[in-house]
């Protein structure tokens, strides 16, 4: 069982570069670990994946350039550092812990983006 806190979210201003942090507990290093994102009347997106040991990352083109997924194995912490956001970057923002087995989910951390 994984247990996943998302936090950091809040309201931002255009340009801002806030970072989220998931807290997991369990047994963290064997998860691939993802940043997913829902809009208002939107389904929801993967933004940023990250595998077990951090050698593999993937983004969303919408992301590219200006989102970092990091992972702290000694802290089971996932990050999500953010730059540059813009208003269409306004959603709540999930943690996920995926591997063969299993497929857990944060309760999610709501960002505006808005002036």
């Known amino acids: 069982q994984v247990e996943l806190v998302e936090s950091g979210g809040g309201l931002v201003q255009p340009g801002g570069a806030p970072r989220l942090s998931c807290a997991a507990s369990g047994f963290f290093r064997s998860y691939d670990m993802s940043w997913y994102r829902q809009a208002p009347g939107r389904e929801r997106e993967l933004v940023a994946r990250i595998s077990a040991f951090g050698v593999i990352v993937n983004y969303a083109d919408s992301v590219k350039g200006r989102f970092t997924i990091s992972r702290d194995n000694t802290r089971n912490t996932v990050y999500l550092q953010m730059n540059s956001l813009k208003p269409e970057d306004t959603a709540v923002y999930y943690c996920?812990?995926?591997?063969?087995?299993?497929?857990?989910w944060g309760q999610g951390t709501q960002v505006t983006v808005s002036s």
């Open positions: 996920n812990a995926k591997n063969q087995y299993s497929d857990y």
